[in-house]
């Protein structure tokens, strides 16, 4: 695909339920990032898979997270039990390659709201 | 650790006035340094990088490695330059994480 690309772009759900957010990532690349991007904080590093091995998930702020990426591409990430706190923009990005110069390309976001 | 640093959360300048964006990291390594700009309603996109010291849009960034710094610049700000800005590392030392500041909210102001 042209970029990275991330559904849905929008995300209501009831506090409890569970989600699942998708990234598609750029064809060829082999370093996949999640972040969280809410108001006031930056940007917060969820998880990161990198070919086949085990991914780094320093990031992940609880045991309701979690996230797969299957064949070496595709990427979801699942949130249990969902919380008000939440809420925020999902972030995915995927690079070429690790390490050296080569920058993050990032997808639209999803937004999730918990209600 | 490593850690990115931007203390402006809001900045505001005047049309045709310099501006500069301040970023300080801290790194043990060699560090490979980002800037990100986000216009409203956009993805997150590469604005510039350390290494090919280029000027994008009018924006150049240097990296002092004394002041552990990577300032972003530019001498006349435009009104389309109103966005929020994110410094990056990435840290090719560990695990190849890439730590992203807390970013800056810059508006321009006609």
């Known amino acids: 695909g042209a970029g990275v690309s991330q559904s849905p772009s929008n995300k209501v759900t009831e506090k409890g339920k569970d989600v699942e957010l998708r990234c598609d990532p750029i064809?060829?690349?082999?370093?996949l990032y999640w972040y969280r991007q809410s108001l006031g904080q930056g940007l917060e590093f969820l998880i990161y898979?990198?070919?086949?091995?085990?991914?780094?998930k320093s990031g992940l702020p609880s045991d309701r997270f979690s996230a797969e990426r299957t064949g070496g591409s595709v990427s979801t990430l699942t949130i249990q039990r969902t919380q008000q706190e939440d809420s925020a923009v999902y972030l995915c990005?995927?690079?070429?390659?690790?390490?050296?110069?080569?920058?993050?390309?990032f997808g639209n976001g999803t937004r999730l709201t918990v209600t | 650790a490593q850690r990115v640093t931007q203390p402006e959360k809001l900045l505001s300048v005047f049309k045709g006035a310099p501006v500069e964006l301040k970023c300080n990291y801290s790194?043990?390594?060699?560090?490979?340094l980002f800037w990100y700009v986000q216009y409203s309603r956009q993805r997150l996109q590469l604005l510039l990088r350390?290494?090919s010291r280029e000027s994008i849009k009018g924006f150049t960034a240097d990296l002092n490695k004394g002041e552990t710094s990577f300032h972003l610049k530019k001498p006349f700000a435009q009104e389309e330059d109103s966005a929020m800005y994110y410094c990056?590392?990435?840290?090719?030392?560990?695990?190849?994480?890439?730590?992203f500041g807390t970013g800056t909210s810059l508006t321009v102001i006609p």
């Open positions: 898979f990198q070919g086949n091995s085990a991914p780094d």
């Open positions: 990005a995927s690079r070429p390659r690790t390490g050296g110069n080569s920058p993050l390309h």
């Open positions: 790194y043990s390594g060699s560090p490979e």
């Open positions: 990056a590392l990435s840290a090719t030392n560990t695990g190849n994480q890439f730590y």
């Open positions: 350390h290494i």
């Open positions: 064809s060829g690349h082999t370093a």
